[in-house]
């Protein structure tokens, strides 16, 4: 029986002291019985959690306490088994790094894209203005082998810190295109977007919610294989079950 709830959620979000939500943050996921990783820095926070439904849904109605976590919608998921080994809280510099420090989605996100319009885009091969379409993984080389669209740009980069060097040497095979960055929840196109659109790109997009988002509302229309996941499920499919 899946009756182990994973979530995922991230908010870039000003926080002037991310230590001191540290320790109330790791009791109360210890006293819910929760294991996963958190990442808190001063530009947001990302996590990573799985339990009972009951835990994680009281952690998660701890956070929405907090006026800058009270929008946070994790994505969900179901498994048969508890895919992390311990609970984990640490603070970083940055919740996904990129080593840009003038990209800042607290002041402002990149247009983003639904998975319905996106679906639509590359059922006719053109967005709503007759511009062609490219979909842009920004996921490291051995994510992308799991699984991704079809067709997709894949800058086989081996951490995401190396997107900008190869953002800058592709720029022009990007030009006179929508451009529809994703990456497995999301995170990673809040600032790959931004970087794009930074560089001179005009009709930028990230996916909502990423490849998990896509599956959960449209399934894998366009996709080919699975969604590598950091722990121990390794690959979910697009009806987001553990991959065999």
Known sequence: MNDILNISAYKFVDIDDPQGLREPWLARAF??????????????????????????????????????????????????LQPFKRMVIKCKREIIRMNHPTIRPAGGRAPAVAADTVKRWLDQGHDDQGRPVVTLDTRNAFE????????????????????????????????????????????????AALYLKEIGLESVYQLEGGILKYFEQVGGAHYRGDCFVFDERVALGPDLSTAP
């Not at 530009?43 to 994680?56: I, K, R, S, W, Y």
């Not at 022009?172 to 994703?182: C, D, H, I, Q, R």
Request: some cysteine; hydrophobic content about 40%.
């Open 31 to 80: 006293d819910e019985g929760l294991k996963g990783t958190v990442l808190l820095s001063q530009e947001g926070v990302n996590l990573f959690l799985a339990g009972p439904e009951a835990g994680v849904r009281a952690f998660v109605g701890f956070m929405h306490q907090d006026a800058r976590f009270a929008d946070i919608a994790p994505k969900e998921s179901w498994s048969a």
């Open 144 to 191: 992308v082998d799991a699984g991704a669209f079809e067709g997709a740009i894949d800058w086989r980069i081996s951490r995401f810190s190396e997107f900008p060097a190869a953002a800058q040497a592709h720029r022009s095979e990007l030009e006179g295109k929508t451009v529809v960055s994703y990456c497995t929840g999301g995170i990673r196109c809040e600032k």
